[in-house]
Every structure is written in structure tokens, then in C-alpha cells.
């Protein structure tokens, strides 16, 4: 007996130590939630060509800064590169209420829109601590502004009318499980 406990603790030695260096080779994983949130106010809500530019605080498995622009089309499914100091975090989007106007109270000349969509991280496009990232979420983009008033004091329903820096306000959220290779 006293020869076969040794060889027993020697079979585990050995495969504890390959398996050891088999795993030292594999790549490890970081899995958490990976948040985003921000909001611009006032003429910052209002404000660029494609929409307002929403600065962004992102938490979770990477803590970086970054941006959102609405994409400058009214697709309802979009790829988007949020930019960060971090490295390139690249999504694939599907939002499809996308594309849809706010109209403007006629009482109060109060336009709201929500634009809800869900998203797919495309590992293969994105950098830095973001390559070969996969996961998934759901993002809301908020808008909350007022119409100008004509001069008959109804509400300006053009397209091209802009809205009112005062008390507008513009949020982007966004969350879900992001597994980074280390």
C-alpha cells in the first residue's frame, strides 16, 4: 500500500500540473454588466446636425468615457462605434420605433420620444479592451424638449423647426452582460 499512495498522489500531481499549464494558455474571461449612461441639457440637447451629442460614463467591466450621436439615418437596424479611451466598443442595433418624429403637444407644445433598441456587440470590429468582446443589452435613447410657438401661438409642427434650448433635456441608458478575453 505505502507504493501505490505515492503513485496516486504523484497521478494527481501530474495532471493537476498539465491541466495547470493547459488552462495558463487558454484565454481567461471577464464577464460583468457593462453600463452606459448620460444626458446633455439645455442648448446641448438641442443641438447638431444629426441630433444632440450625449456625453457617456460606462461602468462595469471596463470604467471608461465615451459618446453617443444619433446615427444620421432613420434605419431601425444600425452598427454603431462607441469611442472610448478604452479602445472602439462596435454594436450591432436594432431599434424599431427608430426614425419616428416627436409631435408636439398642441396644448403645451411639449415634444417626448422614446427610442428603445437592442444591441449585439461585434467582437471582430471592436478594440483595445473591447476586441473580441461579446454580449448583448438594450439601450433607451429619451428626448424631452418644446416646440416653438408661431406667431398665432399654435405649435410649430415643421420638421425643420427646432426645438427650445430652454428645459430640454436628452438621455441615453444602456445595459447588459459584456465578457471581455483578458
Do not use: W
Request: charged letters at 10%.
Amino acid at each position: 500500500m505505502s507504493k501505490i499512495l505515492p503513485a496516486a498522489v504523484f497521478t494527481a500531481f501530474a495532471v493537476s500540473a498539465v491541466t495547470g499549464c493547459s488552462s495558463s494558455s487558454t484565454t481567461a474571461t471577464i464577464t460583468g454588466t457593462e453600463a452606459m449612461r448620460g444626458q446633455a441639457t439645455g442648448a446641448a440637447a438641442v443641438s447638431g446636425q444629426n441630433g444632440p451629442t450625449v456625453p457617456l460614463t460606462l461602468t462595469g467591466p471596463v470604467n471608461t468615457t465615451s459618446s453617443f450621436t444619433p446615427p444620421n439615418s432613420d434605419a431601425t437596424h444600425v452598427t454603431v462605434t462607441f469611442k472610448t479611451p478604452a479602445g472602439n466598443m462596435v454594436v450591432n442595433a436594432v431599434a424599431p420605433d427608430a426614425g419616428q418624429n416627436p409631435v408636439p403637444n398642441p396644448a403645451t407644445c411639449l415634444m417626448t420620444q422614446t427610442t428603445d433598441a437592442t444591441y449585439v456587440v461585434v467582437p471582430a470590429k471592436s478594440t483595445g479592451k473591447f476586441a473580441g468582446a461579446t454580449g448583448s443589452g438594450k439601450a433607451t435613447f429619451y428626448f424631452n424638449a418644446f416646440a416653438p410657438k408661431l406667431a398665432d401661438g399654435k405649435c410649430d409642427t415643421n420638421e425643420n423647426a427646432e426645438p427650445v434650448a430652454k428645459g430640454a433635456i436628452v438621455t441615453f441608458t444602456a445595459t447588459g452582460p459584456l465578457t471581455l478575453k483578458s
